[in-house]
């Protein structure tokens, strides 16, 4: 089976604070995606990665980045945190770029910034 | 554009009825795939099925079944002898290739599903 997992389940931050937000899975997918799930507005990207180290800019890239080191890790960063941030982070992985693979989830990080 | 329209909101029925969610979508591809995910209270989108659009036979799993309509657009999903387990926020998901071949998936908001015992 295929498993992503995230580093919190619940997180709760400060306004300015730096936010870290890992992800990992262990099927050795080579693309990885952020995104965010808001009430009515359903699941928007942030960013997406296809390769270590390569990154693209999802529909609302604005406020955060990401780092991928690492095959199966990828990284969502709040620089500087805002109320406005205050979300759902889903992280999924899938098998490869040529062809659109299924995207498999991990269990979300509800991340409050008061 | 790639785009997603659920037009459900939110759906409420009581156990054992059967229940179709609607999916309508719009593309430029000509090759393209559509999913549906399950979103239960736990917060965990759960991978249903994923659809060529090659492939306009419709599908049949347990309760589950879909139906791929190329010529309305349409990817509709009907849950047979409704539970309280299927209680639960529906995704369906386009892909989008972009370019460079580089693979996204463009959601729609999703429809709330309660099954009221």
């Known amino acids: 089976d295929v498993k992503v997992t995230q580093s919190s389940r619940y997180l709760v931050k400060r306004t300015g604070e730096k936010v870290f937000l890992e992800c990992v899975q262990d099927?050795?997918?080579?693309?990885m995606f952020w995104y965010r799930q808001d009430p009515g507005l359903g699941l928007r990207l942030i960013y997406f990665?296809?390769?270590?180290?390569?990154?693209e800019k999802g529909d609302i890239p604005e406020g955060y980045s990401v780092s991928r080191e690492k095959k199966e890790r990828f990284s969502l960063i709040l620089e500087s945190a805002s109320t406005n941030q205050t979300s759902m982070y889903l992280c999924a992985s899938s098998l490869g770029r040529t062809s659109t693979d299924t995207q498999y989830f991990g269990p979300g990080t509800r991340l409050t910034v008061l | 554009a790639q785009k997603v329209t659920q037009a459900q909101t939110e759906i409420s029925v009581v156990e054992k009825e059967d229940v179709t969610l609607d999916c309508v979508y719009e593309?430029?591809?000509?090759?393209?795939?559509l999913f549906w995910y399950k979103q239960p209270p736990s917060g965990e989108l759960v991978f249903l099925i994923r659809r060529n659009s090659f492939d306009e036979q419709n599908e049949i799993s347990g309760r589950y079944s879909w139906n791929f309509q190329k010529s309305t657009s349409s990817f509709n999903f009907t849950i047979t002898a409704s539970q309280v387990v299927d209680s639960a926020v529906y995704f369906c998901?386009?892909?989008?290739?972009?370019?460079?071949?580089?693979?996204?998936?463009?959601f729609g908001k999703g429809t709330k599903l309660t099954v009221n015992p």
């Open positions: 099927m050795d997918h080579e693309n």
């Open positions: 998901a386009l892909s989008d290739l972009g370019q460079g071949g580089s693979e996204k998936l463009v």
């Open positions: 593309t430029r591809d000509t090759t393209y795939y």
């Open positions: 990665s296809y390769d270590v180290k390569m990154k």
